[in-house]
Nanobody, 124 residues
């Protein structure tokens, strides 16, 4: 079992930066691909970024490519999302997810565990 707790959300002006962090419990963190998803009001949860179990592979949604960076530290059992050049359309609740997968899944249904989410609001 894995428990995930996100932190780092907040209110930022357009063009600013935020760093989200997700802390995991359990002894098998390194066996999970880790992803970030987001959900805006009235919209479905959408893929943002994913990192493989070893951290050697990453994948990003087109709207965040070049602005967001996902990273992980298996010793600390954390996965971070550095968000730069934020835009109002990035406003959403951001969720950390864990997938027992040897690849980099981008579909939410492939994830086994989720955190409670952290709110990111970008003002124009």
């Amino acid at each position: 079992q894995v428990q995930l707790v996100e932190s780092g959300g907040g209110l930022v002006q357009a063009g600013g930066s935020l760093r989200l962090s997700c802390a995991a419990s359990g002894r098998t963190f390194s066996t999970y691909a880790m992803g970030w998803f987001r959900q805006a009001p009235g919209k479905e949860r959408e893929f943002v970024a994913v990192i493989s179990r070893s951290g050697g592979w990453t994948s990003y949604a087109d709207p965040v490519k070049g602005r967001f960076t996902i990273s992980r530290d298996n010793a600390k059992k954390t996965v971070d999302l550095q968000m730069n050049s934020l835009k109002p359309e990035d406003t959403a609740v951001y969720y950390c997810g864990a997938a027992l997968a040897a690849y980099t899944p981008s579909y939410s249904g492939e994830y086994d565990y989720w955190g409670q989410g952290t709110q990111v609001t970008v003002s124009s």
